[in-house]
T-cell receptor
Protein backbone atom coordinates (compact mmCIF):
# COMPACT_ATOMS: atom_id res chain seq x y z
CA UNK A 1 0.00 0.00 0.00
CA UNK A 2 0.87 3.65 -0.10
CA UNK A 3 3.24 5.01 2.51
CA UNK A 4 5.14 8.15 3.46
CA UNK A 5 8.45 8.19 5.29
CA UNK A 6 9.73 11.34 6.96
CA UNK A 7 13.03 12.03 8.62
CA UNK A 8 12.80 11.44 12.32
CA UNK A 9 12.91 14.40 14.63
CA UNK A 10 13.13 16.34 16.63
CA UNK A 11 15.05 18.90 14.63
CA UNK A 12 16.52 21.89 16.46
CA UNK A 13 17.96 24.84 14.55
CA UNK A 14 19.10 28.35 15.27
CA UNK A 15 17.21 31.25 13.77
CA UNK A 16 18.20 31.99 10.15
CA UNK A 17 19.56 28.46 9.61
CA UNK A 18 18.73 26.42 6.51
CA UNK A 19 16.06 23.78 6.93
CA UNK A 20 15.59 20.48 5.13
CA UNK A 21 13.05 17.88 6.17
CA UNK A 22 13.24 14.76 4.05
CA UNK A 23 10.17 12.97 2.78
CA UNK A 24 9.97 9.96 0.51
CA UNK A 25 6.92 8.08 -0.60
CA UNK A 26 5.71 4.80 -2.04
CA UNK A 27 2.66 4.89 -4.26
CA UNK A 28 1.41 3.69 -7.61
CA UNK A 29 0.54 6.09 -10.36
CA UNK A 30 0.86 9.81 -9.89
CA UNK A 31 -0.11 10.89 -6.38
CA UNK A 32 -0.47 14.45 -5.21
CA UNK A 33 1.96 15.44 -2.47
CA UNK A 34 1.42 17.79 0.46
CA UNK A 35 3.15 19.35 3.41
CA UNK A 36 0.99 20.21 6.38
CA UNK A 37 2.10 22.13 9.48
CA UNK A 38 0.70 21.85 12.99
CA UNK A 39 1.46 24.65 15.43
CA UNK A 40 1.21 23.91 19.16
CA UNK A 41 -2.37 23.38 20.28
CA UNK A 42 -3.80 23.67 16.78
CA UNK A 43 -4.99 21.47 13.93
CA UNK A 44 -3.17 20.87 10.67
CA UNK A 45 -2.78 23.63 8.12
CA UNK A 46 -1.88 23.08 4.50
CA UNK A 47 1.56 24.55 3.87
CA UNK A 48 2.09 23.65 0.21
CA UNK A 49 1.29 21.01 -2.36
CA UNK A 50 2.35 19.66 -5.75
CA UNK A 51 0.18 17.62 -8.06
CA UNK A 52 2.57 16.38 -10.74
CA UNK A 53 6.19 15.51 -11.30
CA UNK A 54 8.65 18.44 -11.26
CA UNK A 55 6.06 20.78 -9.75
CA UNK A 56 7.39 23.02 -7.02
CA UNK A 57 5.07 23.99 -4.19
CA UNK A 58 5.91 27.08 -2.20
CA UNK A 59 4.47 29.14 0.62
CA UNK A 60 5.80 31.40 3.40
CA UNK A 61 9.38 30.85 2.24
CA UNK A 62 9.03 27.05 2.27
CA UNK A 63 9.53 25.03 -0.90
CA UNK A 64 9.27 21.41 -1.98
CA UNK A 65 9.76 19.85 -5.41
CA UNK A 66 7.94 16.72 -6.58
CA UNK A 67 10.71 14.34 -7.69
CA UNK A 68 9.22 11.24 -9.25
CA UNK A 69 12.59 9.71 -10.12
CA UNK A 70 13.60 9.67 -6.44
CA UNK A 71 10.01 9.49 -5.07
CA UNK A 72 10.78 12.42 -2.82
CA UNK A 73 9.20 15.69 -1.72
CA UNK A 74 11.74 17.28 0.63
CA UNK A 75 10.74 20.46 2.46
CA UNK A 76 13.25 23.33 2.49
CA UNK A 77 13.48 26.86 3.82
CA UNK A 78 16.47 29.12 3.44
CA UNK A 79 16.18 30.98 6.74
CA UNK A 80 13.97 29.70 9.53
CA UNK A 81 12.35 31.83 12.20
CA UNK A 82 11.32 31.08 15.76
CA UNK A 83 7.70 31.23 14.57
CA UNK A 84 8.36 28.23 12.28
CA UNK A 85 8.58 25.96 15.32
CA UNK A 86 5.90 23.33 14.74
CA UNK A 87 5.33 19.76 13.62
CA UNK A 88 5.55 19.20 9.86
CA UNK A 89 3.71 16.37 8.12
CA UNK A 90 4.33 15.06 4.64
CA UNK A 91 1.30 13.43 2.99
CA UNK A 92 0.17 11.94 -0.28
CA UNK A 93 -3.15 11.53 -1.99
CA UNK A 94 -3.28 8.67 -4.50
CA UNK A 95 -4.14 9.54 -8.05
CA UNK A 96 -7.88 9.59 -8.53
CA UNK A 97 -8.73 9.38 -4.84
CA UNK A 98 -8.67 12.51 -2.76
CA UNK A 99 -10.14 10.72 0.19
CA UNK A 100 -7.14 8.58 1.04
CA UNK A 101 -4.63 11.02 2.47
CA UNK A 102 -1.70 9.06 3.85
CA UNK A 103 0.47 10.93 6.34
CA UNK A 104 4.01 10.55 7.52
CA UNK A 105 4.70 10.42 11.22
CA UNK A 106 5.58 14.10 11.49
CA UNK A 107 8.80 15.96 12.25
CA UNK A 108 9.03 18.29 15.22
CA UNK A 109 10.98 21.46 14.42
CA UNK A 110 12.22 23.80 17.14
CA UNK A 111 13.90 27.06 16.15
CA UNK A 112 15.93 28.80 18.84
CA UNK A 113 16.53 32.58 18.90
CA UNK B 1 -8.88 31.41 9.40
CA UNK B 2 -9.58 27.73 9.05
CA UNK B 3 -13.15 27.48 7.80
CA UNK B 4 -13.55 24.28 9.83
CA UNK B 5 -14.60 24.56 13.45
CA UNK B 6 -14.71 21.88 16.13
CA UNK B 7 -16.34 21.79 19.54
CA UNK B 8 -15.49 21.21 22.25
CA UNK B 9 -11.77 21.94 22.05
CA UNK B 10 -11.09 19.88 25.16
CA UNK B 11 -13.07 17.02 26.69
CA UNK B 12 -12.52 14.82 29.72
CA UNK B 13 -14.82 11.83 30.10
CA UNK B 14 -15.13 8.66 32.09
CA UNK B 15 -15.31 5.26 30.47
CA UNK B 16 -19.05 4.99 31.08
CA UNK B 17 -19.96 8.42 29.71
CA UNK B 18 -21.57 9.26 26.38
CA UNK B 19 -20.40 12.40 24.60
CA UNK B 20 -20.35 13.83 21.10
CA UNK B 21 -17.80 15.78 19.13
CA UNK B 22 -19.04 18.32 16.62
CA UNK B 23 -17.48 19.60 13.43
CA UNK B 24 -18.79 22.30 11.13
CA UNK B 25 -17.30 23.44 7.83
CA UNK B 26 -18.04 26.81 6.27
CA UNK B 27 -16.29 26.16 2.95
CA UNK B 28 -19.10 24.63 0.89
CA UNK B 29 -17.26 21.32 0.68
CA UNK B 30 -18.96 18.01 -0.04
CA UNK B 31 -16.72 15.58 1.85
CA UNK B 32 -15.86 15.41 5.56
CA UNK B 33 -13.45 13.27 7.56
CA UNK B 34 -12.59 12.20 11.09
CA UNK B 35 -8.96 11.52 11.98
CA UNK B 36 -7.35 10.35 15.20
CA UNK B 37 -3.96 11.75 16.18
CA UNK B 38 -2.19 9.87 18.96
CA UNK B 39 1.21 10.67 20.38
CA UNK B 40 4.09 9.38 18.25
CA UNK B 41 1.79 7.80 15.64
CA UNK B 42 0.79 8.93 12.15
CA UNK B 43 -2.64 10.37 11.70
CA UNK B 44 -5.23 7.65 11.37
CA UNK B 45 -8.20 8.14 9.07
CA UNK B 46 -11.34 6.97 10.87
CA UNK B 47 -14.34 7.86 8.71
CA UNK B 48 -15.08 9.57 5.42
CA UNK B 49 -18.41 11.05 4.37
CA UNK B 50 -19.14 12.19 0.85
CA UNK B 51 -22.43 13.92 0.07
CA UNK B 52 -23.60 12.89 3.55
CA UNK B 53 -23.04 9.21 2.85
CA UNK B 54 -20.38 7.25 4.69
CA UNK B 55 -17.93 5.99 2.10
CA UNK B 56 -15.17 4.73 4.33
CA UNK B 57 -14.79 3.19 7.75
CA UNK B 58 -11.28 2.10 8.56
CA UNK B 59 -11.88 -0.68 11.08
CA UNK B 60 -12.85 1.69 13.82
CA UNK B 61 -14.34 0.17 17.01
CA UNK B 62 -18.10 0.46 17.34
CA UNK B 63 -17.74 2.65 20.43
CA UNK B 64 -17.13 5.44 17.86
CA UNK B 65 -20.25 6.28 15.88
CA UNK B 66 -20.20 9.01 13.21
CA UNK B 67 -23.16 11.00 11.97
CA UNK B 68 -23.38 13.40 9.05
CA UNK B 69 -26.82 15.09 8.99
CA UNK B 70 -25.87 17.47 6.16
CA UNK B 71 -22.86 18.47 4.13
CA UNK B 72 -21.77 21.12 6.63
CA UNK B 73 -21.93 19.15 9.87
CA UNK B 74 -20.25 16.03 11.15
CA UNK B 75 -20.52 14.42 14.57
CA UNK B 76 -18.58 11.72 16.34
CA UNK B 77 -20.60 10.04 19.08
CA UNK B 78 -18.56 8.42 21.82
CA UNK B 79 -19.62 5.78 24.32
CA UNK B 80 -17.85 3.40 26.68
CA UNK B 81 -14.44 4.58 25.55
CA UNK B 82 -11.14 3.22 26.79
CA UNK B 83 -8.14 5.16 28.11
CA UNK B 84 -6.22 4.31 24.92
CA UNK B 85 -8.82 6.33 22.99
CA UNK B 86 -7.34 9.49 24.50
CA UNK B 87 -6.05 11.51 21.55
CA UNK B 88 -6.58 14.59 19.42
CA UNK B 89 -9.55 14.08 17.10
CA UNK B 90 -9.34 16.10 13.93
CA UNK B 91 -12.09 16.89 11.48
CA UNK B 92 -11.36 17.83 7.88
CA UNK B 93 -13.29 18.69 4.73
CA UNK B 94 -12.60 18.80 1.02
CA UNK B 95 -14.29 19.57 -2.26
CA UNK B 96 -14.08 17.67 -5.50
CA UNK B 97 -13.26 14.20 -6.62
CA UNK B 98 -9.58 14.02 -7.41
CA UNK B 99 -6.56 15.05 -5.45
CA UNK B 100 -8.22 17.91 -3.67
CA UNK B 101 -6.78 19.48 -0.55
CA UNK B 102 -8.24 18.65 2.83
CA UNK B 103 -8.77 21.51 5.29
CA UNK B 104 -8.52 20.69 8.97
CA UNK B 105 -10.20 21.99 12.08
CA UNK B 106 -8.27 22.71 15.29
CA UNK B 107 -9.19 19.39 16.85
CA UNK B 108 -10.76 18.16 20.07
CA UNK B 109 -8.30 17.03 22.73
CA UNK B 110 -9.98 14.02 24.41
CA UNK B 111 -8.91 12.47 27.69
CA UNK B 112 -10.60 9.27 28.83
CA UNK B 113 -10.20 8.47 32.50
Amino acid sequence: GDSVTQMEGPVTLSEEAFLTINCTYTATGYPSLFWYVQYPGEGLQLLLKATKADDKGSNKGFEATYRKETTSFHLEKGSVQVSDSAVYFCALSPSGSARQLTFGSGTQLTVLP
Amino acid sequence: ETGVTQTPRHLVMGMTNKKSLKCEQHLGHNAMYWYKQSAKKPLELMFVYSLEERVENNSVPSRFSPECPNSSHLFLHLHTLQPEDSALYLCASSQGQNQETQYFGPGTRLLVL
